[in-house]
Each structure stands twice: as C-alpha cells, then as structure tokens.
C-alpha cells in the first residue's frame, strides 16, 4: 500500500499549545502509511474577495501546497463555542476562488482539543459543518474531542495520558483506513 501525504492543520497560533502537542503526538503514533505535514496557518493574511484577482503570494502558495495533499487532519481548539478565527481563515482563503477550492474531495478528520471538560465539542461540529459544504469527506468515527488536556502531557510536550494516547492510537488507525479508502489517486 503507497504511503498518503496528509496535511496538518493546528487552530492554535500559542508556543505551547495543547493542539499542536497533541498534532505532534498523533503524527508520532499514526501509522506509516501516512506521511504528514504541519502546516503554518498563522501568518495568512485575513480573507478579502477585492483581493483574489491579485491574490498575496501566501495565499497562493498555501493553496497550492494544499492541492498536492491526500487527506487532512485537522486539530483545532475551542473558542467561543466555535473554531478560532486562524482556522476559519485558513479555510475561506483555501475555498476560494469559488469553484478552484484546495480542499475539495480530501479526506479528513477533526479532533478538538481543550483544557475543559468538554473537548472543544462545538469547534469540532462548527468545523464539520464547514467542510460538508466544501466537498471534505469527514471520518464519521471515532469522534475525538480531547477535554482536561493540560493533564495529559508531560513537561517535554509528550503525551502521557494512557488513555488517550490508546484511543488516539486506534484513531489513527481509522483515519488511516478512511483516507485510503476516500482518497483518489493522483493524475
């Protein structure tokens, strides 16, 4: 079986976020069939439609990195009860312009990471809720909404939460399987 290039999305911009440990902690158990790539959403320009006829060169080259990509994997904190603004940023630049989306048919996953007890649950379905309109097949199952996180890694960013890294293992087995099952081939 080829390996699949998946791109990691991180909705937190903080030094010591508990997304992008728990981003580095599945990519370090995922199995070998995927190759990842974290990508930096944080120095993206805010959307503006005056500005896709002459697009800023970050977004343009942010789209078409994400063009070459098999799958994503999305890893976001919880705002507000919805997803940061940088992650909704990220999403509108790489959709447009209308009908050339980057994200289009690629297979996906959601987890929502939180130091509260309820794991970033609404962040994860505002997400969800963006990419079905955007043609981005989400894995159903497992869901992943990581709640109390600060608990679960050590001083050096490494997950230690026995748990978690068992169900973090088990979905990335899943994801595993639903990009290669949704995935297409390149032509």
Known sequence: ??????????????????????????????????????????????????????????????????????????????????????????????????????????PAAVVSVSPGHIGGFGANHHLRQSLVFLNVPVMAQPEAYIGNAEEFFDDRGNLINKETLEFSRKFMMAFSEWVTKISTPKT
């Open 1 to 106: 079986m080829s390996s699949k290039n998946i791109a990691v999305i991180v909705g937190s911009l903080r030094k010591e976020s508990l997304n992008l440990k728990m981003a580095k902690a599945l990519i370090a158990i995922a199995p070998e069939t995927l190759n990842f790539k974290i990508f930096e959403i944080g120095k993206l320009q805010m959307y503006n439609q005056d500005l896709d006829e002459t697009p800023p060169v970050a977004w343009t080259n942010f789209r078409n990195r994400l063009k070459h990509f098999d799958g994503i994997l999305f890893v976001t904190p919880e705002y507000n009860r919805s997803l940061p603004a940088v992650l909704k940023n990220a999403i509108d630049i790489g959709s447009r312009p209308y009908g050339k989306s980057s994200w289009n048919g690629k």
